[in-house]
């Protein structure tokens, strides 16, 4: 069955960096385009970023352009969140979400999340 | 950028009332419009794809319909299991975006 695992959530610093992990199971990977999506505390679902099967394109919303970058690694499964320079507004749990296409799509499986805060 | 405006914010509803959610976009996206479901302190989970194409395994009192700028979800008979939040979300192009949520109670 298809098994998305989001890891390295943690407290960090203002201004600091983070790395998030989504390890994939149960299906092609490499077949799929993947989504982040983020949810602030008692706030609703922000989509954060989408990454193509084969990383030929990646989209990010607003916010996080020019400070996370979204990657993969087919060989390995797994999807990637690089974030730089995090703010309080960054504290969120982050999904990570396959999508149902190559490319963008709804997101038909879903993480359990990994949660983010932002702090000093 | 398209808006996705939900309707209502919040609702109580008893078992077996009929429920009726609103999705407004701001723009025509024809039908790229999915329906999750997510519950208190958990991940969402996908109801309704393509506006009104039901996802495998989601019971049949759910439905959905609409096209272009105007989508409806609809649960025929409302289950304790069915509180939580419902979020629509347009995925006409890669900027996804999601409604605001409708908070569903019993």
């Known amino acids: 069955q298809v098994q998305l695992v989001e890891s390295g959530g943690g407290v960090v610093q203002p201004g600091r960096s983070l790395r998030l992990s989504c390890a994939a199971s149960?299906?092609?990977?490499?077949?799929?385009?993947m989504h982040w999506v983020r949810q602030a505390p008692g706030k609703g679902l922000e989509w954060v970023a989408v990454?193509?099967?084969?990383?030929?394109?990646?989209y990010y919303t607003d916010s996080v352009k020019g400070r996370f970058t979204i990657s993969r690694d087919n060989s390995k499964n797994t999807l990637y969140l690089q974030m730089n320079s995090l703010t309080a507004e960054d504290t969120a749990v982050y999904y990570c979400?396959?999508?149902?296409?190559?490319?963008?799509?709804?997101?038909?499986?879903w993480g359990q999340g990994t949660l983010v805060t932002v702090s000093s | 950028d398209i808006q996705m405006t939900q309707s209502p914010s919040s609702l109580s509803a008893s078992v077996g009332d009929r429920v009726t959610i609103t999705c407004r976009a701001s723009?025509?996206?024809?039908?790229?419009l999915a329906w999750y479901h997510q519950k208190p302190g958990k991940a969402p989970e996908l109801l309704i794809y393509?506006?009104?194409t039901l996802q495998s395994g989601v019971p049949s009192r759910f439905s959905g319909s609409g096209s272009g700028t105007h989508f409806t979800l609809t649960i025929s008979s409302l289950q304790p299991e069915d509180v939580g939040t419902y979020y629509c979300?347009?995925?006409?192009?890669?900027?996804?975006?999601f409604g605001g949520g409708t908070k569903v109670e019993i």
């Open positions: 979400a396959r999508a149902s296409s190559r490319g963008y799509s709804y997101g038909d499986y």
């Open positions: 149960g299906f092609t990977f490499s077949g799929y385009g």
């Open positions: 990454i193509w099967y084969d990383a030929s394109n990646k």
């Open positions: 723009q025509g996206i024809t039908n790229y």
């Open positions: 393509a506006a009104s």
């Open positions: 979300q347009k995925y006409n192009r890669a900027l996804i975006t």
